[in-house]
């Protein structure tokens, strides 16, 4: 499990759908205890196996599975490929 944090972007990386919720209540937990709020239609689950990824919930809302997102201007992709960020650039 591993997280990647710069000012108020972050990204959560775990190998398991379980690791994944443990980090999620450990940012939520967090977040509460400093007054923040996690915003779920803001937050993405990528899985990197192309499978279906297990649902991942931010107070009981199911957060949206996504194929690639976009973290500090790199493009993350599922198959681990960067080609299309280097073309774009």
Known sequence: ??????A???ALL???TEGL????QNVKKFSQ???LLL???KTKVMDSNQSPASSILIDNEALENVTH???LGANIETD??????????
């Open 1 to 6: 499990m591993m997280e990647l944090r710069y």
């Open 8 to 10: 108020d972007d972050t």
């Open 14 to 16: 775990s190998k398991t």
């Open 21 to 24: 919720n443990e980090l999620m």
């Open 33 to 35: 205890n400093k007054n």
């Open 39 to 41: 915003n779920a239609k």
């Open 69 to 71: 997102f976009n973290y």
């Open 80 to 89: 681990g490929k960067i080609t299309p960020d280097i073309r774009k650039r």
